[in-house]
Every structure is written in C-alpha cells, then in structure tokens.
C-alpha cells in the first residue's frame, strides 16, 4: 500500500536559523502531496499541496519540490521563528491499490520546536 | 468560517462500555471523515461519509461505526471500549468527495482515555 515516510523528530531549532523535513512516499499512482500543519491545541491544517510533479508548492515562508524521480517531497524554511513551532505532516492523496476512493495517507508528522 | 467542532475536548471511558464522539461542520462539505492518532504513529482512517453513504476502512470495519443525521453532524460509536482505542479521533470535512487534491478541514480532536 501508500506510505509515507518524514523526519523523526522532535526537531529543534534556534530562531533564524533553517529547516529542512525530509519526506518520502510510496505509491504506484500520481499522487498529489500535501504538507499540513498541527498548531498547539489545534487539528491539523493545510500547509500547501501540489499535484503535478516537478512544481514547488509554498506558504508562509515553507516551501516544497514535488521530487517524482526521487519519490520526494522535503519541506523547506529558510529561516524558522518562534511561531513555526507545530507538528507538520506530509501527506499523499491517491486511489490507492485496486481502490475506488480517494484516500489522503499521512506520515508520522515532524514537531518542530523553535527557541528564541 | 471553515470550522469543524469536536465534542467535548477530553473524554474518559471504561473499559467495555459505548463511547460515542461528535462532530459539526457548518460549512454545508458533502463529505466527513473521522482519523485516529496514535502517538509516534500517522493519523489513520477509519471511515468516511460522503453524503449519507458510509465508507469503513476494511481493517477497522468492525470496530467502529458511525452515523450522519444531517449534514453537518457526524458521530463516532465504539459499541465495547478497549484499551486499545485509547487515541485522540480527529473528525474532518471536505466540500465534495475527496479528489486528488481536494482539501480537508480538521477539528482540534477529542481524546479518549480507556481506562
């Protein structure tokens, strides 16, 4: 079946200082991926998504390729603050092996902590 | 308002005994799912309603069920609690069917303690 597969964490990491979450998946579909955000006491949230390969998908400063040939999908921040503390969780959206339904499968998710 | 409410916050259960967890959207989506987290695990599927058609995950099929009276309400039912659904249950919407890139509204998620 799809997996996913990121960064153990917890990670932390100075202000001002860059991040980089590595995520690979497996399929044998053309999935589109997800990054989603987890803030304290919140349910996760739609970071970005991009459903064609070789395109960047970006929000908030995070950014990601969409790797077909290396199967990746590694989120990027260049200089991280305080409030980027959260769980972040990459995901991919497909059918799935033989299924009709669309499926959104998650990995373990990363939690980021950031100190000023 | 993309909102999704889950109620309540905190929940503690026996151990053999019902445990039933809510959900609202208000923002009229066709379709709600509900997610169990684990901890150092990914959130997993449990089942999913499009409309008023019920989808389980064929490896939890018989250990949840569910229902959805209107549109915006969506119930989880554990009909013998364990110590094993001991997670937090993360209820969550889409405007339509879920579709490669359709995106999902979560709520802030119940957690249930078995004791």
């Known amino acids: 079946g799809d997996s996913v597969t990121q960064t153990e964490g917890p990670v932390t990491l100075s202000e001002g200082t860059s991040l980089t979450v590595n995520c690979s998946y497996e399929?044998?579909?053309?999935?589109?991926l997800f990054w989603y955000v987890q803030y304290p006491g919140e349910g996760p949230q739609l970071l970005f998504k991009?459903?064609?390969?070789?395109e960047k998908g970006s929000s908030r400063g995070f950014e990601a390729t969409y790797n077909k040939e290396a199967t990746s999908f590694h989120l990027q921040k260049a200089s991280v603050q305080e409030s980027d503390s959260a769980v972040y969780y990459c995901a991919l959206s497909d059918r799935g092996s033989g299924g009709s339904n669309y499926k959104l499968t998650f990995g373990k998710g990363t939690l980021l902590t950031v100190t000023p | 308002d993309t909102t999704v409410k889950q109620n309540p916050r905190y929940k503690l259960a026996r151990v053999g005994k019902p445990v039933n967890l809510i959900c609202s959207q208000t923002m009229n989506h066709d379709t709600m799912y509900w997610y169990q987290k684990k901890p150092n695990q990914a959130p997993k599927l449990l089942l999913f309603y499009y409309d008023k058609i019920l989808n389980r995950e064929a490896d939890t099929f018989e250990k949840f069920q569910s229902s959805r009276p209107n549109n915006s309400f969506c119930s989880l039912y554990i009909g013998s609690a364990g110590l094993e659904y001991s997670a937090m249950y993360l209820c969550?919407?889409?405007?339509?069917?879920?579709?490669?890139?359709?995106?999902?509204?979560f709520g802030s998620g119940t957690r249930l303690t078995v004791l």
């Open positions: 969550a919407s889409s405007r339509w069917r879920l579709t490669s890139a359709e995106t999902l509204y």
């Open positions: 991009v459903p064609k390969a070789n």
């Open positions: 399929t044998k579909q053309y999935p589109t």
